[in-house]
């Protein structure tokens, strides 16, 4: 039987100043734990930095999914666009969602169960 993954969902709009901090404590806390992972960062029409914060500093860890537009549709349009992501990773029964807001910052332990 497969392993069960972990899908973190974070949506975010003009959070330059905080994702760093965020995806930091999460790449941290990620590198502890035992299953597969997926982080996805779903933008809802930032026009500050984050887009470039997000893909220079933690392309490694990140996908990153683009609004459509730059008018944003709020924190439900984001996670709507966030649950269509995950059909492209055939999501199981038995995976776990967490999602999280972008000032969010992990304990390194946090995710251990």
């Known amino acids: 039987m497969q392993s069960s993954r972990l899908f973190v969902v974070i949506p ?3 959070e330059e100043k ?3 901090r965020c ?3 999460l790449r941290s806390a990620l590198s502890r734990l035992a299953r597969p ?3 996805i960062v779903v933008d809802d029409g930032s026009s ?3 887009e470039a914060v997000v893909r220079d500093r933690f392309a490694d860890l990140v996908r990153f999914v683009p609004t459509d537009s730059k008018a944003g549709g709020g924190k439900a349009a984001a996670l709507g666009r966030a649950f269509r992501s995950l059909g492209a990773f055939a999501v199981r ?3 776990l969602l967490l999602f999280l807001d972008a ?3 992990l304990a390194e332990s946090s995710l251990e169960s």
């Open 18 to 20: 905080r994702i760093s």
């Open 103 to 105: 000032d969010v910052v």
């Open 37 to 39: 992972s997926t982080v």
């Open 12 to 14: 975010v709009r003009d």
């Open 23 to 25: 995806l930091a404590s």
């Open 48 to 50: 500050d930095g984050t």
């Open 93 to 95: 029964p038995d995976d």
